[in-house]
């Protein structure tokens, strides 16, 4: 229980400080889509940036990119989104709630940390707004072939329904497409039917050419971008776990065949020593290797990064997935293009075509690479790792909250790596009197040009102090009656509350070095 007791913990502190709100609140919310607000949004954008640096900054071997978020609609017929991007699901009977098979538990089942049954737990949660999923909240069956899902569903007569409880009310499994439709378009007659995107992979592959014809790179190379993407989920909740609007930092790192395998270890270890140095604790992190029949049909090998999140059963959750997608998506691409008059003919629906077969020298096509030293040309392989970016600040938040007694009193705090932490540094006068305020704001305006800080000299600072370390804030500058005296000023460590004097005009390097800005 404690651990779904943290998860509401995160909630409502976030929503108390101004990290995240949910969305539309004011209409009565809009359910699983949520607002960054001032602190929350920082966190977001350092989290962006640590990934940028480590991904593409710090490498030679990536470059960057940022597609738009609707594409051409071959685009999603090409990758397998338009047929198969689906989920499996039931509706009950009953409340004629749609449920994905795969997150459908046994009566009688207890939770596998010994929590309620799933029938109990279905409702509890359901009134506390978290996740009602099974154990191990699989993403989707990516590129699922429907049919040989649908037979492997089980059979659903046990099965409870996470909304009302009732027990094998389910119609038989169907598959539901994730990706959200719009038109494109004002005149009726030139009008099409478009997709919001549910990947930032696809904008990749698709501009891989213009990459390699503008750029340098050569393979082994990479393009990473990070952007919103868009899926119609049809189980949300555990707050920002699972949305339907999201953004996720992807990577396709390009490869010969033969050096992929090393790649992908290369990557995998590269993702997870990510987290861990921006300060997840080693004990909630974890690879979990995708069995040979959870594998997409193209992919070679997938591991997920997961995290122990303090929702569902107490389970470990994806993160961040890493996969060897092999040549599929260029070769499919390939064979998209050679589609291209077939749309135009059919009004330009994805409906009822198919896509061209593949040319007999495919290596040689329009998305094929050149080797200059080999004077050879073919399809590289890709190696995917894809971060979601609400996953990863959620994972952070978690592991960084933490309560303690002081003094008899309870201090709530963020202890955030300094790198995601969403304000540096906070400076205070003890008070409002004796020019301390004037000296606390030249130090403040100083040192703003360097990092993000936070000024405050309402209440006592005891308090103030407790309201920065609930922010993550690292450290809390104090002005007080001996900084007149010899111009030093106390510096507070959020995590150990020690505190330490510094001469100002030190104070810069000073936190430079702890903060390793
Ligand atoms: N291009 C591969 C791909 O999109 P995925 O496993 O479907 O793979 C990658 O998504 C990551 O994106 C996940 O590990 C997760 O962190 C994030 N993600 C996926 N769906 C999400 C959702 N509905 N809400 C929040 N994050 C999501």
């Known amino acids: 229980m404690a651990k779904i007791t943290k998860l509401d913990d995160i909630v409502s502190l976030c929503k108390r400080r101004g990290f995240i709100f949910q969305s539309s609140e004011i209409y009565g919310g809009l359910a699983s889509c949520y607002d960054y607000g001032p602190l929350g949004v920082e966190l977001k954008n350092n989290v962006k940036k640590a990934w940028w640096k480590a991904i593409v900054q710090m490498r030679d071997d990536v470059v960057g990119l940022d597609c738009s978020i609707l594409m051409h609609p071959m685009v999603w017929k090409s990758s397998g989104h338009a047929d198969k991007f689906a989920d499996l699901i039931a509706e009950c009977k009953k409340c004629n709630t749609r449920t994905r098979v795969d997150h459908l538990k046994d009566r009688g089942q207890k939770t596998e940390d010994g929590g309620q049954k799933a029938e109990d737990r279905g409702q509890r949660a359901e009134e506390r707004g978290l996740e009602v999923s099974a154990g191990h909240a699989e993403e989707h069956t990516e590129h699922i072939a429907i049919d040989a899902a649908m037979a492997k569903a089980q059979d659903l007569s046990n099965k409870v329904c996470p909304n009302c409880g009732a027990v094998g009310r389910f119609t038989e499994p169907m598959p539901f497409n994730l990706m959200f439709e719009t038109r494109m378009g004002a005149n009726v007659d030139d009008s099409m039917t478009m997709h919001l995107r549910p990947e930032t992979a696809q904008g990749i592959f698709a501009n891989f050419r213009n990459v390699l014809d503008t750029t340098r790179v050569k393979i082994p190379f990479g393009i990473a971008q990070i952007g919103k993407s868009f899926r119609n989920e049809v189980t949300t909740k555990a707050f920002i776990f699972r949305t339907r609007e999201f953004e996720q930092a992807e990577l396709e790192f390009f490869c010969e065949q033969g050096t992929d395998d090393q790649w992908f270890e290369h990557w995998k270890q590269a993702r ?17 290797e995708h069995d040979a029949d959870e594998l997409a049909h193209y992919a070679k090998a997938c591991v997920d990064v997961e995290y122990r999140f303090p929702f569902g059963s107490g389970d470990w959750q994806e993160l961040e997935g890493i996969a060897n997608r092999t040549d599929y998506d260029l070769r499919q691409h390939q064979r998209g293009i050679r589609t291209l008059n077939k749309w135009y ?91 301390m305020p004037e ?41 007080d009656g001996q900084t007149k005296e010899d111009t030093t000023v106390t510096v507070r460590d959020r995590d150990s509350m020690d505190q330490v004097r510094v001469s100002t005009d030190q104070l810069l390097n000073y936190l430079r070095e702890k903060l390793e800005i």
């Open 272 to 288: 997870f020593d990510w987290y861990i140095g921006l300060g997840l604790k080693k004990d909630n992190l974890r690879f979990r």
């Open 345 to 435: 003919e059919n009004d330009r629906e994805l409906t009822n075509i198919e896509l061209a077969k593949e040319a007999e020298d495919y290596n040689k096509g329009p998305l094929s690479y050149f080797d200059d030293q080999k004077k050879q040309r073919y399809i590289p392989y890709v190696i995917e790792p894809s971060a979601g970016i609400d996953r990863s600040a959620l994972a952070f938040l978690v592991d960084a909250y933490d309560e303690e007694e002081v003094r008899g009193e309870t201090r709530n705090l963020l202890r955030f790596h300094p790198a995601l932490a969403p304000v540096k540094v906070a400076v205070f006068p003890l008070v409002k009197k004796e020019g």
């Open 439 to 479: 000296i606390a704001k030249n130090i403040y305006n100083d040192l703003k040009k360097y990092f993000n800080c936070f000024y405050d000299e309402k209440g006592a600072v005891g308090r103030r102090y407790r309201r920065q370390d609930e922010a993550g804030t690292p450290f809390c500058i104090t002005v």
